[in-house]
């Protein structure tokens, strides 16, 4: 029996191919989970179609992707997953006036009316990251990312933040996406010895680096700190198992945090409930809910809504910010043991969004100020 409802189009813009595919098939796995959710609520008197687009992780077909979105009618865009494909596609949607509904952690220094920021950007990902490291294992770190924005923008603010701190900084080292040789960057670091490594790398090259790296560490006798941003479950059985590495991570959420969710969310199939799944589910949640209240699927009126109106979701009660289109979020650092990340330290609060760090103070968090004086990050236009 066909469903009487009138139907709300949504794209779907995410790649399931690649070497950051892991990532993509956990997010779209989310929007289709909340889509099958949302369109079994009665309740809503509308029932959401969607329209996918795969770019297969080649990054010319983000552009050709969105087009066939725009083209069919959408107006509200649910993906990307790397900053890259993001900036491709903003001037796209400003010229249709469309939204991308963003849930990947980013970079920071962006604010598109054309986009919600629903991820998490540095000053409630990696900043609390960092500020954790100095606190508990030391000041000598090594940088490394892949060879993108993510990857140099990460990297600059983490070495401001920690030269404000009177850290060292022993190195900064970048590769293409894709890349998978690292011998020489582990001989630096067995003889460096760094107190913690940042990794911003991507991808299957994120996943070969901790493997060799877990390697080296373990024939030297070394249990050496990893941090990461973007590291979740849904990419732990590409790391495998850890033998000699302390693997962090800083998200809006965890398994461990809701069990009973995830325990839930397995009825659909088989999935773990990584960052990147519970926030493409929970935009898509926000976006029905909005549309439910107001009854008006413009990009204008569902924003406005949103503005004014904080909504619960698996990540807590989310709270757009109209200044900056960005989401106050939950904060959490995590340890992976005994392959599930189990929490360290949580915000007592849903930290609110600074993407251009203007407010935060890099010595917030307990960590001993430099020269006496609060020192902030510099905006980049």
């Known amino acids: 029996m066909s469903d009487p409802r009138p139907a709300v189009c949504v794209g779907f813009l995410l790649s399931t191919e690649g070497t950051y595919r892991r990532m993509g098939r956990s997010a779209l796995l989310g929007l289709q989970d909340a889509l099958a959710e949302i369109n079994a609520d009665e309740q809503h008197r509308f029932r959401l179609e969607a329209i996918c687009a795969d770019p297969l992780g080649e990054p010319a077909a983000y552009g050709s992707g969105v087009e066939q979105l725009l083209g069919a009618g959408v107006r509200h865009i649910f993906g990307t997953t790397l900053s890259a494909s993001r900036k491709e596609i903003i001037p796209d949607l400003d010229q249709h006036n469309a939204l991308l509904w963003y849930s990947s952690p980013y970079e920071g ?65 970048y590769w293409h996406l894709g890349a998978t040789g690292f011998q020489t960057l582990i001989d630096t670091l067995m003889s460096e010895r ?27 006798g070394l249990r050496l700190p990893v941090l990461s941003c973007n590291l979740t479950e849904a990419e732990l059985d590409a790391v495998g198992p850890m033998h000699a590495l302390r693997l962090l991570s800083c998200g809006p959420f965890f398994e461990t945090l809701n069990p009973d969710f995830c325990r839930r969310q397995q009825r659909h199939g088989p999935r773990h409930c990584s960052h990147y799944y519970t926030s493409a589910y929970s935009a898509l949640w926000l976006f029905a809910q909005a549309l439910h209240a107001c009854a008006d699927a413009s990009p204008a009126a569902i924003c406005e809504h949103l503005f004014n109106h904080p909504m619960d979701s698996v990540l807590g009660t989310v709270s757009l910010s109209a200044r900056n289109h960005h989401s106050a979020l939950a904060s959490h650092i995590a340890e992976l043991r005994d392959g599930r990340f189990q929490l360290l330290h949580s915000a007592c609060a849903p930290v609110a969004a600074d993407p251009y760090l203007t407010v935060t103070d890099l010595h917030a968090c307990g960590v001993e100020r430099h020269n006496g004086k609060p020192v902030r990050l510099r905006i980049v236009k």
């Open 194 to 220: 760094p107190s913690f490594v940042l990794n911003n790398l991507v991808g299957e090259s994120s996943y070969a680096f901790l493997q060799q790296l877990d390697q080296a560490c373990a024939a030297h």
């Open 109 to 173: 220094y962006e604010s598109s009316e054309n986009v919600l920021y629903l991820g998490g950007c540095p000053n409630q990902t990696l900043l609390p990251l960092l500020h954790y490291a100095l606190s508990h294992f030391g000041t000598r770190a090594f940088l490394l990312g892949s060879n993108y924005v993510w990857g140099w923008e990460s990297n600059r603010i983490a070495r401001e933040l920690l030269e404000a701190n009177g850290a060292q900084v022993l190195g900064e080292k």
